[in-house]
């Protein structure tokens, strides 16, 4: 047997041992969750427009004090009368503030009045409680979305995973409810290592998902329940169940007021394994009907054919991630009211995943001192 | 530099080799070809991604009252076909005299005096195939005969073919709720061809509930994720005990094939009959369902108690606890799980803003383990709003979650 020398045996084996660290331990599955705590929390449709208002719950879920720095950002249109163009473009005007919440401590407030700091709310009231600090009410018209990220006594970003959230959207007068999940991501134990930039490289915080999935009713078909059991007009045209998505990119930048831009590809499956697709592009925040997106007719039940749906939504080439949620409206007939469950999506994979071939690394840059 | 030659040349180039197959065909790899999880750290429990089991907990049909649920199930994968096996729930309870559908954990129960409500868990299966990245729905009173690609479906529709050009079928059938009224649970579990359970995490799904009225626009939803429990790549032994977390024991001598049911579930609420905004009058129903199950012996279920701890926590920083013990499924309005049931005692409950004096709160539920019995606990929580309608405004959300169990569940199959 030749005796193993010079570089050719140590080589062979160092890459059978760099393959074999790679095949146990890459996989990435990015940790945004709607179920566990985080150190960044998300809520992405936050509204005080169009007669709805939202009130947010945040609560600590740590057995310390945990303070948090929260933003605002306000998406409606530059001139709200008008539809989106190059020419009226959203505001991504930010506002920010501080709270703090002691061990296990859940707190709430309403959007369009924020939450003053009054040590003398009676006993039961709304705003009852040790108020987290003082947070400051939107404007109306008030349309975009709310991020809090974990931080020090010093405002320095902290991974300590203790956040958790959840939105309540009302419409005023005799309207409807819904709630949905904030979405949480996970600190690693780099969080912060490069101070106001935060990274979302699955080292100091966790990536967004490389796709985003909608489990949807084709837009505008028929409710099957409300035509089954309750009064449903005349014709398939009644009691129609539409889709309003919300999408806001994870990259944002509040230092230089610059909001992320993520291009989509949607890819629609319906019950007959039958594919349709289309695209947009989201800057700073969407928030459509199905049918408003790209070529809208896709989702429509004259296209898909099929009840309901599955849309894979995937930010394309080097745009970042994307987070979102969903509204489903199902009304009666023509001029009743709706009724309307907002709900989380769906995720797979991660957008930074060197193993898949993604180096994406999307970057939320906090307002400096 | 210098000219490989010979055997230490050709050892090299086998490592690599060797090491390319590797990462193809390591748990690792393929999790990422498949987008799933690689081992039990980075598999999760939850109501946002695919999974190998899906457990929708609350699902209700009362034609009579204008409710039902619309059920959809998807296989979010991209391989040609799915097998899924399920399991409805029905924990309607029946009259001891006349077998009428009761609620055993509410008094009065329905039954006349003198009869006992008899709580029931009574299992209904089906099975069936679903194709490529393809999602079905289906209402719970009326289930679904032939699925949309059934090569016996009535109606004409197109279905794709496979890279053969062989047309792809669904197989299976679903059927409706076992009882109208019913409220229970439904459990999907992936498996293959002859329903052994298999690891590829492609199920995902959901629910919603629709109640409505013969005036127009009386019409109410909610709707919630299925939640979702990933196997673990390389752990599944094959047989019909399904090892949710724990250590290896006699019945699971891998350990943990799917993730363990978490340590604590949090619920973020409202206390019941807080003004929200000042305004909107808020309950909220906490329903629970047990995560070990035993489909071989449904009695088992029944005699099964687990006790519920909780701890309550306002916007004051104040801490309140109570505890509870349920069986095989759990639906309470919240200020009911430490009074009695019904309104009249509610202010007394630590769940109500009467006694807590804040509107929000968080409140940890844990679920206590017996011997080595992990005994967890999954759930939802609905809120019920009174919007100014002659009908409640409801909305359902997931439970949150934190930690691992020490010890494992287990769900028997047949």
Same mark, same amino acid.
């Given at each position: 047997?030749?005796?193993?020398?010079?570089?050719?045996?140590?080589?062979?084996?160092?890459?059978? !041992?760099?393959?074999?660290?790679?095949?146990?331990?890459?996989?990435?599955?990015?940790?945004?969750?709607?179920?566990?705590?985080?150190?960044?929390?998300?809520?992405?449709?936050?509204?005080?427009?169009?007669?709805?208002?939202?009130?947010?719950?945040?609560?600590?879920?740590?057995?310390?004090?945990?303070?948090?720095?929260?933003?605002?950002?306000?998406?409606?249109?530059?001139?709200?009368?008008?539809?989106?163009?190059?020419?009226?473009?959203?505001?991504?005007?930010?506002?920010?503030?501080? +709270?703090?919440?002691?061990?296990?401590?859940?707190?709430?407030?309403?959007?369009?009045?924020?939450?003053?700091?009054?040590?003398?709310?009676?006993?039961?009231?709304?705003? @009852?409680?040790?108020?987290?600090?003082?947070?400051?009410? !939107?404007?109306?018209?008030? +349309?975009?979305?709310?991020?809090?990220?974990? !931080?020090?006594?010093?405002?320095?970003?902290?991974?300590?995973?203790?956040?958790?959230?959840?939105?309540?959207?009302?419409?005023?007068?005799?309207?409807?409810?819904?709630?949905?999940?904030?979405?949480?991501?996970?600190?690693?134990?780099?969080?912060? @290592?490069?101070?106001?930039?935060?990274?979302?490289?699955?080292?100091?915080?966790?990536? =967004?998902?490389? +796709?985003?999935?909608?489990?949807?009713?084709?837009?505008?078909?028929?409710?099957? +329940?409300?035509? @089954?059991?309750?009064? =449903?007009?005349?014709?398939?045209?009644?009691?129609?169940?539409?889709?309003?998505?919300?999408?806001?990119?994870?990259?944002?930048?509040?230092?230089?007021?610059?909001?992320?831009?993520?291009?989509?590809?949607?890819?629609?499956?319906?019950?007959?394994?039958?594919?349709?697709?289309?695209?947009?592009?989201?800057? =700073?925040?969407?928030?459509?009907?199905?049918?408003?997106?790209?070529?809208?007719?896709?989702?429509?039940?004259?296209?898909?054919?099929?009840?309901?749906?599955?849309?894979?939504?995937?930010?394309?080439?080097?745009?970042?991630?994307?987070?979102?949620?969903?509204?489903?409206?199902?009304?009666?007939?023509?001029?009743?009211?709706?009724?309307? @469950?907002?709900?989380?999506?769906?995720?797979?994979?991660?957008?930074?995943?060197?193993?898949?071939?993604?180096?994406?690394?999307?970057?939320?840059?906090?307002?400096?001192? | 530099?210098?000219?490989?030659?010979?055997?230490? /040349?050709?050892?090299?180039?086998?490592?690599?080799?060797?090491?390319?197959?590797?990462?193809?065909?390591?748990?690792?790899?393929?999790?990422?070809?498949?987008?799933?999880?690689?081992?039990?750290?980075?598999?999760?429990? $939850?109501?946002?991604?695919?999974?190998?089991?899906?457990?929708?907990?609350?699902?209700?049909?009362?034609?009579?009252?204008?409710?039902?649920?619309?059920?959809?199930?998807?296989?979010?994968?991209?391989?040609?076909?799915?097998?899924?096996?399920?399991?409805?729930?029905?924990?309607?309870?029946?009259?001891?005299?006349?077998?009428?559908?009761?609620?055993?954990?509410?008094?009065?129960?329905?039954?006349?005096?003198?009869?006992?409500?008899?709580?029931? /868990?009574?299992?209904?299966?089906?099975?069936?195939?679903?194709?490529?990245?393809?999602?079905?729905? /289906?209402?719970?009173?009326? $289930?679904?005969?032939?699925?949309?690609?059934?090569?016996?479906?009535?109606?004409?529709?197109?279905?794709?073919?496979?890279?053969? $050009?062989?047309?792809?079928?669904?197989?299976?059938?679903?059927?409706?709720?076992?009882?109208?009224?019913?409220?229970?649970?439904?459990?999907?579990?992936?498996?293959?061809?002859?329903?052994?359970?298999?690891?590829?995490?492609?199920?995902?799904?959901?629910?919603?509930?629709?109640?409505?009225?013969?005036?127009?626009?009386?019409?109410?939803?909610?709707?919630?994720?299925?939640? $979702?429990?990933?196997?673990?790549?390389?752990?599944?032994?094959?047989?019909?005990?399904?090892?949710?977390?724990?250590?290896?024991?006699?019945?699971?001598?891998?350990?943990?094939?799917?993730?363990?049911?978490?340590?604590?579930?949090?619920?973020?609420?409202?206390?019941?009959?807080?003004?929200?905004?000042?305004?909107?009058?808020?309950?909220?129903?906490?329903?629970?369902?047990?995560?070990?199950?035993?489909?071989?012996?449904?009695?088992?279920?029944?005699?099964?108690?687990?006790?519920?701890?909780?701890?309550?926590?306002?916007?004051?920083?104040?801490?309140?606890?109570?505890?509870?013990?349920?069986?095989?499924?759990?639906?309470?309005?919240?200020?009911?799980?430490?009074?009695?049931?019904?309104?009249?005692?509610?202010?007394?409950?630590?769940?109500?803003?009467?006694?807590?004096?804040?509107?929000?709160?968080?409140?940890?539920?844990?679920?206590?383990?017996?011997?080595?019995?992990?005994?967890?606990?999954?759930?939802?929580?609905?809120?019920?709003?009174?919007?100014?309608?002659?009908?409640?405004?409801?909305?359902?959300?997931?439970?949150?979650?934190?930690?691992?169990?020490?010890?494992?569940?287990?769900?028997?199959?047949?």
């Amino acid at each position: 047997m030749s005796k193993l020398t010079g570089r050719a045996f140590p080589f062979g084996l160092g890459a059978l !041992v760099v393959a074999t660290v790679l095949a146990l331990g890459v996989t990435a599955q990015a940790d945004v969750t709607t179920e566990e705590s985080g150190s960044i929390l998300v809520w992405p449709k936050v509204m005080n427009a169009g007669g709805r208002d939202t009130v947010i719950q945040l609560a600590n879920t740590g057995n310390t004090l945990v303070h948090a720095h929260c933003y605002y950002t306000n998406a409606q249109l530059l001139n709200p009368e008008a539809p989106p163009s190059p020419f009226n473009p959203p505001l991504w005007q930010e506002v920010d503030f501080f +709270v703090w919440l002691t061990r296990q401590q859940p707190t709430h407030w309403t959007v369009s009045t924020g939450r003053p700091f009054s040590p003398l709310d009676p006993f039961g009231a709304d705003n @009852a409680g040790i108020d987290p600090g003082f947070i400051p009410p !939107v404007p109306e018209n008030f +349309v975009g979305d709310l991020v809090c990220v974990e !931080v020090d006594a010093e405002g320095a970003p902290v991974s300590g995973n203790k956040l958790k959230g959840e939105a309540t959207l009302f419409f005023e007068g005799d309207g409807d409810v819904s709630k949905y999940s904030a979405i949480a991501i996970l600190g690693g134990p780099n969080a912060g @290592a490069t101070g106001t930039q935060l990274q979302l490289d699955n080292d100091q915080y966790n990536s =967004c998902p490389n +796709v985003l999935m909608l489990n949807h009713f084709a837009n505008g078909a028929p409710d099957p +329940v409300v035509q @089954a059991l309750g009064n =449903c007009g005349d014709g398939n045209e009644a009691c129609p169940i539409t889709t309003e998505l919300t999408l806001v990119p994870c990259q944002r930048d509040y230092e230089n007021q610059i909001p992320g831009t993520v291009n989509v590809f949607f890819e629609i499956f319906n019950e007959f394994e039958n594919r349709f697709s289309t695209t947009t592009s989201v800057t =700073c925040w969407l928030n459509e009907d199905l049918e408003d997106i790209g070529s809208g007719n896709v989702f429509t039940p004259s296209v898909l054919g099929s009840l309901t749906a599955l849309t894979r939504i995937e930010p394309q080439g080097s745009s970042g991630g994307l987070l979102g949620v969903a509204e489903e409206f199902h009304a009666g007939p023509p001029e009743s009211r709706a009724s309307i @469950a907002a709900f989380n999506l769906f995720i797979e994979g991660s957008r930074f995943d060197p193993g898949a071939g993604r180096d994406i690394i999307d970057r939320i840059v906090l307002v400096g001192e | 530099m210098r000219t490989m030659k010979g055997i230490p /040349w050709r050892m090299s180039l086998v490592g690599m080799i060797a090491g390319a197959i590797l990462v193809v065909m390591a748990p690792g790899a393929q999790a990422q070809l498949t987008g799933t999880c690689s081992d039990e750290n980075n598999c999760r429990i $939850g109501t946002d991604r695919p999974a190998s089991i899906v457990i929708y907990p609350r699902l209700v049909t009362d034609t009579s009252s204008g409710v039902d649920t619309v059920v959809t199930l998807v296989n979010a994968g991209e391989r040609r076909s799915i097998d899924a096996l399920c399991f409805y729930v029905n924990t309607n309870g029946h009259c001891s005299n006349n077998n009428a559908i009761c609620n055993p954990s509410e008094s009065p129960t329905g039954c006349v005096t003198g009869a006992t409500c008899v709580p029931g /868990w009574i299992e209904t299966d089906f099975r069936l195939t679903l194709t490529k990245r393809q999602p079905i729905s /289906w209402r719970l009173s009326e $289930g679904a005969q032939f699925l949309p690609c059934d090569a016996n479906n009535p109606e004409p529709e197109s279905c794709r073919t496979d890279d053969q $050009g062989n047309p792809i079928f669904n197989s299976g059938s679903i059927p409706p709720a076992p009882e109208d009224p019913f409220i229970g649970e439904l459990k999907c579990i992936q498996v293959d061809e002859a329903d052994v359970p298999v690891e590829f995490n492609e199920l995902m799904g959901t629910a919603t509930i629709v109640s409505t009225g013969t005036a127009p626009g009386d019409i109410d939803v909610n709707k919630t994720n299925a939640i $979702g429990i990933q196997a673990i790549p390389g752990r599944l032994d094959e047989n019909e005990i399904l090892c949710l977390g724990g250590e290896p024991n006699d019945d699971c001598p891998n350990g943990a094939e799917y993730v363990g049911c978490p340590q604590t579930l949090i619920m973020d609420h409202y206390f019941d009959n807080a003004l929200v905004r000042g305004e909107e009058e808020v309950t909220s129903r906490l329903t629970l369902v047990p995560c070990s199950q035993n489909f071989q012996n449904s009695s088992a279920n029944l005699a099964t108690r687990t006790t519920i701890q909780f701890l309550v926590y306002n916007e004051f920083e104040q801490r309140f606890s109570t505890s509870m013990r349920i069986a095989c499924f759990e639906d309470r309005q919240i200020s009911d799980i430490d009074t009695r049931f019904g309104d009249s005692d509610d202010s007394a409950s630590i769940f109500n803003v009467g006694v807590q004096g804040t509107v929000s709160g968080q409140s940890r539920i844990r679920a206590v383990s017996v011997g080595d019995e992990g005994r967890g606990v999954l759930g939802q929580i609905t809120e019920f709003y009174d919007c100014g309608l002659d009908r409640p405004c409801t909305t359902a959300s997931n439970l949150k979650t934190q930690g691992r169990r020490q010890f494992g569940d287990e769900i028997i199959l047949r």
